[in-house]
């Protein structure tokens, strides 16, 4: 089942493109509604007894497609026999048909009988807008450094910066950075060198910075990080993303911020996330895209991990590779996301990249369903067909703890 994420606003299963065949009746493959009785011929053939989970969820949506695609003829024609042929075709499948599909057959059997004062009908069953769950946009806490951010020119308006001719004047220091200012005096305050030369450097850094002299500050504080210090390294990289003190990059701020988040610096690790939020520094290629969500996925954001799993899942910007895509949508499921849950209920549903456990497909799919994942549910059904009485009982059982256990 292809997945589609970030590059579109909303996560969903489409039935387009990638089969070259014209007898092709997979979810790559585009349906074309010239063509309906290839379809029905298709759904007539198949052994119900036989398909496997996936192969199930194709064919009820199939099935409702066909129904949207043929009450949409009916209603072309909007006379008693479109509607009664509409009805025909309705009855072969009625033991299957899904709400969409009984909806129409209601409206048809009322326009078809003369009344128009019938029920509104349903959206189509392939919206983008509401089929399987959407996928936010990463959503963090603000945070004091996330509202300067926003709220800096510089970042929100890209400015170019002024022609300097060889024989100019120095340029005056720069504006007073209060939120810089304060964090650079949390960094001299730090009494833990012991080399007096040291001390007094980081004195001068913050008296550089009491002034505006960012550029001289830059310089001392490059020294620190330069030796793997922490909190300098954070510092280097707030000065590289908003161009104070030096010239703005914010791919190298990025680079700043790695080194020093890989030594569990936190502030490092919260101003990388508030980056990939809004992209800055990000490539935009399909593997620069995988590298800036796999960076974040790895800083622990839930929404990067699922959609990580998706890239994987599908072979976008990397080599495709459905053991990594399940590693990816465990670990945001664990941290309750429920898009990474609901996939993570296909893959074992599906055995895709996990071994085959009924069981465990329905724990996620019934973990998500409590978190709003509608589409959950009907999913949940499908599965516990494939259960015996014992079974179904042990799967709600490991339901009821995963949710219990996620909840705390």
């Not at 001299?188 to 980081?202: F, G, I, V």
């Not at 504080?221 to 161009?243: K, S």
């Not at 490539?283 to 790895?298: C, F």
């Not at 959609?307 to 495709?320: A, H, L």
């Amino acid at each position: 089942m292809r997945r589609v994420g970030r590059f579109l606003p909303v996560l969903i299963i489409p039935l387009m493109g990638g089969c070259a065949s014209s007898d092709c009746f997979e979810w790559s493959c585009e349906l074309d509604a010239r063509d309906l009785p290839k379809y029905q011929t298709f759904l007539q053939a198949q052994d119900l007894t036989k398909l496997t989970f996936g192969e199930k969820e194709y064919r009820y949506q199939l099935i409702q497609w066909i129904g949207e695609k043929q009450f949409a003829a009916a209603k072309q024609g909007n006379q008693k026999s479109d509607y009664d042929q509409f009805l025909k075709s309705y009855a072969a499948l009625e033991a299957e048909a899904g709400q969409t599909f009984s909806v129409y057959a209601e409206i048809a059997k009322a326009r078809s009988s003369g009344d128009t004062t019938v029920a509104e009908e349903p959206k189509p069953i392939f919206s983008k807008d509401d089929f399987i769950p959407k996928i936010p946009p990463l959503q963090l806490e603000v945070t004091d450094a996330q509202i300067t951010i926003a709220a800096n020119p510089i970042i929100t308006e890209f400015r170019q910066p002024e022609p300097v001719e060889p024989e100019a004047l120095p340029t005056p220091n720069a504006p007073i950075d209060s939120l810089l200012n304060r964090s650079i005096s949390h960094f001299s305050d730090n009494n833990s060198d012991s080399d007096p030369s040291q001390k007094e450097l980081k004195r001068l850094i913050d008296e550089a910075a009491a002034q505006g002299d960012y550029a001289t500050a830059f310089e001392g504080l490059m020294n620190f990080a330069n030796r793997d210090d922490t909190h300098a390294q954070y510092l280097i990289g707030r000065m590289y993303q908003d161009g104070i003190g030096v010239d703005q990059n914010y791919q190298t701020a990025i680079d700043w911020f790695e080194k020093s988040s890989n030594q569990n610096g936190n502030d490092a690790k919260g101003a990388l996330l508030e980056m990939y939020e809004v992209g800055l520094g990000v490539p935009q290629t399909a593997r620069g895209l995988v590298t800036w969500h796999l960076r974040a996925a790895k800083l622990g954001n839930p929404s990067a991990q699922t959609q990580v799993g998706i890239f994987y899942e599908n072979g976008e910007g990397v080599t495709k590779n459905l053991n990594e895509a399940a590693k990816w949508y465990r670990r945001a499921a664990l941290q309750g996301n429920p898009n990474a849950q609901f996939l993570l209920g296909w893959m074992y549903a599906e055995g895709q990249g996990v071994e085959l456990d009924f069981i465990e497909a329905y724990s996620w799919f019934y973990v998500a369903n409590t978190r709003g994942l509608a589409d959950a549910s009907r999913l949940m059904k499908l599965v516990l067909e494939e259960l015996t009485a014992e079974e179904i009982k042990s799967a709600q059982q490991r339901a009821d703890q995963r949710a219990a256990k996620l909840r705390g």
